[in-house]
């Protein structure tokens, strides 16, 4: 399967842990987003790669939460000092530029 | 600045029955427009999208959406309801000259009643 491929898919944390979530684009895809979806919301921007250049963050990701993508290829989002209100679906997905997006099946994190 | 409404955050039709969820967008340029579908814990599947020409546009599993420039709508329609059409689905939109991110609508619960 060539799809995008996210790791973990569920992550259980205690409030105030580091957590890190990982996630393989399809290969030939130059852009890359991260998406936070809540229950009964759609899908939120968090922030957009192209290549391994962070072009742009939403005023949603606070500081505790930083995204790398090293030699345009996988990426991670790691959340620093969870709190509950971090419980969500985060989602991955790639593009080639001015197509539509693959998403991944997202990682699911529960703060307790 | 782009945004998507989506009209019906629960919708229930009948097996077999015709399928019509809604979307409306607000865009400064023309924009890409998209439905995709979500199942339970699972990430998002494109069903279709508009980029250019054909206005009317077809995608799996007999769905298909008509651009409407002048109603600034994009609409999803299936003829015919199936149990397994019953999910989550999201509108989105995209500035063609960018297109740095998505903007999804808050989506439409589908229920499929036998």
């Known amino acids: 399967d060539t799809g995008v491929s996210q790791n973990p898919r569920h992550k259980i944390t205690k409030r105030g842990q580091n957590v890190t979530f990982r996630c393989d684009p399809i290969?030939?895809?130059?852009?890359l987003y991260w998406y936070r979806q809540t229950l009964g919301q759609g899908p939120e921007f968090l922030t957009y790669?192209?290549?391994?250049?962070?072009?742009?963050k939403s005023r949603l990701l606070s500081d505790r939460f930083s995204a790398e993508r090293p030699k345009g290829s996988f990426s991670t989002l790691e959340i620093q000092r969870t709190e509950q209100g971090d419980s969500a679906m985060y989602l991955c997905?790639?593009?080639?530029?001015?197509?539509?997006?693959?998403f991944g099946q997202g990682t699911r994190l529960t703060v307790v | 600045a782009q945004s998507v409404t989506q009209l019906g955050s629960h919708v229930s039709v009948s097996e077999g029955a015709l399928v019509l969820l809604r979307c409306n967008y607000s865009?400064?340029?023309?924009?890409?427009l998209f439905w995709y579908v979500q199942y339970p814990n699972q990430g998002l599947q494109l069903l279709l999208k508009?980029?250019?020409?054909?206005?009317l546009v077809k995608g799996i599993n007999g769905f298909e959406a008509e651009f409407k420039k002048s109603e600034t709508s994009f609409h999803l329609t299936k003829p015919s309801a199936h149990m397994s059409d019953a999910a989550e689905y999201f509108c989105?939109?995209?500035?063609?000259?960018?297109?740095?991110?998505?903007?999804f609508g808050t989506g439409t619960s589908l229920t499929v009643i036998p």
């Open positions: 508009y980029t250019t020409g054909a206005t």
């Open positions: 989105a939109v995209s500035d063609p000259n960018t297109g740095n991110q998505f903007y």
């Open positions: 790669f192209q290549n391994e250049a962070q072009l742009e």
């Open positions: 865009s400064s340029v023309p924009p890409y």
């Open positions: 997905a790639s593009s080639l530029a001015n197509t539509e997006a693959f």
């Open positions: 290969s030939e895809h130059n852009r």
